[in-house]
């Protein structure tokens, strides 16, 4: 599966270091594209997790889904 979400709060590099690496953490997670330009996360991830777990995460390090 790919999801594409609309993230706020992300302003720098090492906002898209902090997501990429959690997400890309998570079991079943193949990539994790950060652009900031549009606040995206693109995301590509099997039934191994679930989009709650990767809103969650993406949540724990500080930034909002839209």
Do not use: P, R, W
Not at 40 to 63: C, L, M, P, R, W
Request: glycine content about 8%; overall charge negative; hydrophobic content about 35%.
């Amino acid at each position: 599966m790919k999801e594409t979400l609309k993230v706020e709060g992300m302003s720098c590099n090492h906002c898209v270091n902090s997501i990429e690496t959690s997400v890309g953490e998570l079991t079943g997670v193949s990539t994790v594209k950060v652009d900031l330009g549009n606040n995206e996360v693109s995301v590509e991830f099997d039934n191994a997790t679930t989009f709650a777990q990767i809103k969650e995460t993406i949540e724990e390090q500080g930034y909002e889904l839209v």
